[in-house]
């Protein structure tokens, strides 16, 4: 597999997920191993609508819908609607320099009548006096082309009375609090990571709770009878491990007991680990427990490419506490002090130095789709094209299978002892 690819999340006002967007690079071409040269067979060729093709969307975005760049020779072939995928779980996000005429305005129509969305990224050319504008659902803003002052937002909410908006790479939480009153408009960018640099104060009991069950199993040799009283005390927990064992294992165990006493401390540390992590940031935006996860799952299946192997499990826990400063809102040096971390993680996010923190900027340049970035890092450290691609399609379809084994539509009676 030779394709780099990651999904970005479209937000709402209110900080909730409604869509991702595909950005991907064709690995040949980022690595500088293609020639410019693009034939028209190349064009027609795209990593991102191979990988929809062969996973489906639900790795990729879930329950919510998936914006895919669709260039003109994929329109006129019909692309789209080969895919497999339900139309409305697809938007088609057009180049703005599209030329608007016969054949392409007649598929877009085509496109529309069977349930599709149209996007275009960027502004068309003569914008709404071009035939192809009354066919778009929404335009996808690029805000580093503007300045986020009033002007520009005034014009925006004038825009979003015709069409649907999406504010793209919009880089901290100050712009896109100022541009939270363009109405049904959605936003991408780093704003949701921002990294905290003030704590708010105490920790709320629901967390300490938490923090003390992670500490517990983060301990050398931990007692799997504490740990089972400590989850027979909070009745998600009891419901989530049992769901998860459920998964796994042929005959119905209903016992806490018996589900810690079955898994052993390496699942139960496994288990506990995710579910905790989930716990923790329940009151936060719902991609920050995504990202965390994901971020955990990726670390630790880059510990071979990186010649690190023997660390996976720590380089785990260093991707799932990567956020830990938002999670707690406090800054990462407070937040780390509250749960038991090893030298190697804490010294990579909290002093952004060490063999781990090579691994976590990696992340950060991978999960960004800064591919020129990464592609300077997977040659400083000899980085292979298919391990690293493998190694991230596999931490979404970890997560997925993470979230069916642990997820909340479920309904089990427990047995204490």
């Not at 936003?187 to 003390?212: E, H, L, W």
């Not at 691609?389 to 089990?412: P, R």
Request: aromatic residues 8%; charged residues 25%; hydrophobic residues 45%.
């Amino acid at each position: 597999m030779k394709t780099l690819i990651v999904a970005i999340p479209f937000f709402d006002s209110e900080m909730s997920v409604e869509a991702y967007r595909i950005n991907s690079r064709a690995g040949e071409t980022l690595l500088g191993m293609m020639d410019n040269y693009v034939t028209p067979w190349d064009a027609v060729l795209s990593p991102g609508l191979d990988l929809v093709k062969t996973l489906g969307i639900e790795p990729l975005s879930g329950v919510f819908p998936l914006y895919v760049d669709i260039n003109e020779y994929h329109l006129l072939m019909g692309i789209p609607m080969t895919l497999g995928i339900l139309p409305e779980k697809l938007v088609c996000v057009l180049p703005n320099n599209i030329k608007p005429d016969a054949p392409v305005l007649n598929k877009c129509r085509e496109l529309r009548e069977l349930g599709f969305r149209i996007a275009v990224d960027g502004f068309l050319e003569g914008h709404t006096s071009n035939p192809l504008f009354e066919l778009l659902d929404c335009v996808i803003v690029d805000t580093r082309d503007y300045d986020a002052d009033a002007k520009f937002i005034e014009t925006m909410k004038k825009m979003a009375k015709e069409k649907q908006l999406i504010l793209s790479d919009i880089p901290d939480m100050d712009s896109f609090k100022k541009l939270t009153g363009v109405k049904g408009a959605l936003y991408s960018g780093r704003f949701y990571k921002q990294p905290i640099t003030k704590g708010k104060g105490d920790i709320s009991p629901v967390k300490i709770n938490a923090i003390t069950l992670l500490n517990q199993i983060n301990e050398e040799d931990f007692e799997l009878s504490d740990i089972a009283g400590t989850i027979e005390r909070d009745p998600s927990l009891s419901i989530s491990l049992l769901k998860f064992i459920n998964s796994v294992m042929p005959q119905k165990i209903n016992s806490i007991r018996n589900a810690v006493a079955i898994l052993g401390q390496k699942e139960v540390k496994r288990w506990a680990t995710a579910a905790l992590s989930l716990k923790l940031a329940e009151d936060r935006p719902g991609e920050i427990t995504k990202v965390s996860l994901i971020r955990a799952s990726f670390a630790e299946n880059l510990a071979k490419p990186f010649n690190m192997g023997t660390y996976g499990p720590s380089l785990f826990m260093m991707g799932l506490f990567s956020l830990l400063d938002i999670i707690l809102e406090k800054p990462m040096q407070e937040a780390a002090n509250e749960i038991s971390l090893d030298e190697h993680v804490r010294e990579a996010l909290v002093e952004n130095k060490g063999d781990f923190y090579k691994v976590m900027e990696f992340i950060y340049a991978y999960e960004r789709a800064n591919w020129d970035d990464v592609a300077i890092k997977m040659v400083q450290n000899n980085l292979d094209l298919d391990e690293v691609t493998t190694a991230f399609i596999d931490s979404l379809v970890w997560y997925k299978a993470l979230l069916d084994a642990i997820g909340e539509d479920y309904e089990y009676e427990v047995e204490f002892e």
